[in-house]
């Protein structure tokens, strides 16, 4: 028979090892302490709720966060092992909820479970990025023009498309001020106000991939803030002159660009029915542009020409027939006016 030389100090239980037995040491351990309140705080504008001092976008309701957040308040003992929280709330009035919560987990291998109630506070605050739409605050303004024309239809739809593509990926990718605040046509084109000067760079680099052309960036000194110059960039972008599908006239032929960078130009010969390289200052002048042509009935075919009847007048005018036409009697080709010529598109 041995003598049983250990007991717990608390409960006068015989124990194995020294110290308090299991039941008193979890019976005196705060394992899981609560906060009475807890506050988010959330945008009523866009919705972003701030951590610390950091906005972050969120498509979550009050009704998804609430769970979460009660549960921020619950602080565990180190030692406790299979935690786990329910909650269940309440809305009391629009700023505030009340959550239930039954938190549960073992400790020294004992079950444990309490509850307690937290108090949610809801804070509204204006957020980084709409406080700067609001208050007019922005870093750059990107100018979109064309070099002696106006912006087509087109090409304004295309830039606000894309200038509106690269905000939502920047957003999406967390870059919360680099946001569009204002997007005007005026006469002379396009202009976009932008938050940052990242999305500015983005937004002149994309146009000009597109559509060719050239950007220079013009900064101006606005003020100076804690020691630093501020400055506000101008982006100016200007497209090429001739744009995609314009149909030009060279000294003897009509041409169709194909593609414009500030050197080159590409263009498909609608005489020889080939793509080339030509200089801009070949083109005597522009006529129009591929988009618009309109349909011209075939009403003959006969040595080596083509009647066509006119789609504005209904007259039959006569053009060459190139090699490279490919239409029968009765079938369409697609024509530009340039006076009285009918110039026939590919
Ligand atoms: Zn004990
Ligand atoms: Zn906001």
């Known amino acids: 028979m041995t003598i049983q030389d250990r007991f717990c100090p608390k409960c006068g239980k015989p124990l194995e090892t020294d110290g308090f037995c299991p039941s008193c040491r979890a019976a005196d351990t705060a394992w899981a302490v609560c906060d009475t309140r807890v506050a ?22 009050q009704a998804e966060i609430a769970p979460d957040l ?14 786990a929280i329910a909650v269940e709330v309440r809305d009391i009035s629009p700023n505030r909820s009340r959550a239930y919560l039954t938190i549960t987990g073992t400790l020294y291998g004992l079950s444990m479970e309490k ?41 304004l739809e295309a830039a606000a498309a894309i200038a509106t593509q690269i905000e939502e990926s920047l957003i999406a990718g967390g870059e919360r001020l680099s946001f ?49 110059q501020l400055f506000r960039i101008t982006y100016l972008v200007r497209l090429p002159r001739y744009q995609r599908h314009d149909v030009v006239k060279l000294e003897r032929v009509y041409v169709e660009v194909e593609q414009v960078d500030s050197r080159h130009m590409r263009v498909f010969d609608l005489s020889e029915g080939r793509s080339r390289s030509i200089k801009e200052d070949e083109i005597l002048r522009r006529i129009g542009n591929a988009r618009n042509a309109q349909p011209a009935l075939v009403a003959y075919i006969a040595g080596g020409m083509m009647g066509l009847l006119d789609p504005e007048t209904g007259v039959t005018k006569e053009v060459q027939k190139k090699p490279w036409h490919t239409v029968d009697v009765g079938g369409n080709v697609q024509v530009l006016r340039d006076g009285d010529t009918l110039v026939v598109m590919r």
Not at 70 to 83: C, E, I, L, N
């Open 40 to 61: 988010s705080t959330h945008c009523p504008s866009c919705g972003a709720t701030k951590q610390v001092n950091t906005w972050t976008d969120t498509d979550r309701e």
């Open 70 to 83: 009660a549960r921020s308040a619950v602080h565990f003992h180190p030692d406790v092992k299979k935690r």
């Open 180 to 228: 569009i605040s204002d997007m005007t046509e005026n006469k002379d084109g396009l202009d976009i106000t932008v938050g940052s000067q990242h999305i500015g760079l983005m937004i002149v680099q994309a146009i000009t991939a597109q559509f060719g052309g050239r950007y220079t960036t013009h900064p101006k000194l606005v003020g100076e803030k804690n020691g630093r």
């Open 115 to 155: 509850t307690c109630t937290v108090e949610l506070v809801w804070h509204k605050e204006q957020c980084d990025r709409c406080n700067r739409i609001t208050g007019s605050y922005y870093e750059g303004i990107v100018q979109v023009r064309a070099d002696e024309r106006n912006l087509s239809p087109f090409e």
